[in-house]
């Protein structure tokens, strides 16, 4: 008869085994819960607009129609009471049913939206890359675009900047060794970090220009810039203005190098 083999844990081995198991639950009771609370707004949203008359009468009990109304506009005869301003009860239905439709759409975002900006899994000293959500968006995520805090452009934008703050002075090594273009990238890193609101001038030679000129506040901040490389190297890169997404950091520096020669012969 064959015995049994009971394999023996160490203590550490179990520590790290239940630690995951608790984590994975956590996370899984998370996002259930999440889902659970999605639908309860949407459910809820869609009560309160498919109710917004009923809900009117409620706060017409409650808080008597003279609050809600206004004293001039309520008459009250021995068949009930009655309202001579049908634009002002129009107004708080409408007001109503837009609180329930901004419920539904929270939940509806907490329901089904799409895990949040996530950059590809890469190094810190990498290149910074569009994340694939950005590229392929759902109506939810566009409704929210420059929404703070929740928009996917505001979430994709503090990830570009997580990523930059765990960059440090040895991404230079990255870099030729030019004099003239290492002066060059230093004065226009530290512009685009003051423009564009970047942690610090890390600057990897392949990131993209279309990255590194992009602000979530709009296109102002790309105006900016490239006057003030107009006024400092007496160099116009206007031409260049709609090729950002087809340049790195380290083309766009030989770009302004090569026109500042140019204007001096």
């Not at 759902?138 to 505001?154: A, E």
């Not at 006057?227 to 400092?232: E, F, P, R, S």
């Amino acid at each position: 008869m064959r015995g049994s083999h009971k394999q023996n844990l160490s203590p550490q081995s179990t520590n790290r085994y239940f630690a995951f198991q608790t984590l994975f639950y956590g996370a899984n009771m998370f996002l259930f819960r999440r889902k659970l609370f999605g639908g309860i707004l949407m459910a809820a949203g869609l009560a309160i607009v498919l109710y917004c008359g009923w809900i009117f009468e409620y706060l017409i009990c409650l808080f008597r129609p003279e609050k809600i109304m206004g004293k001039e506009f309520v008459i009250y005869t021995p068949e009930g009471c009655f309202y001579t301003n049908p634009v002002k009860m129009q107004l708080w239905c409408a007001a109503i049913a837009s609180l329930g439709i901004a419920v539904y759409v929270t939940g509806h975002f907490m329901l089904v939206r799409r895990p949040g900006a996530k950059l590809p899994e890469e190094k810190v000293f990498t290149a910074l890359a569009w994340p694939d959500n950005w590229k392929k968006t759902s109506t939810v995520q566009n409704f929210f675009i420059g929404t703070p805090f929740v928009g996917l452009d505001r979430r994709i934008f503090r990830a570009f900047k997580q990523k930059l703050g765990h960059r440090n002075e040895r991404i230079h090594n990255l870099w030729p060794e030019d004099l003239e273009i290492c002066s060059i990238r230093d004065e226009v890193s530290t512009m685009l970090a003051k423009i564009f609101d970047w942690p610090n001038t890390w600057f990897h030679p392949d990131d993209p220009c279309d990255i590194l000129f992009w602000s979530p506040r709009g296109d102002l901040e790309i105006v900016e810039m490239f006057l003030w490389i107009k006024d400092k190297y007496g160099v116009s890169l206007d031409h260049i203005v709609n090729r950002l997404d087809e340049m790195s950091f380290l083309q766009l520096i030989e770009q302004i190098r090569a026109a500042m020669q140019d204007h001096e012969t």
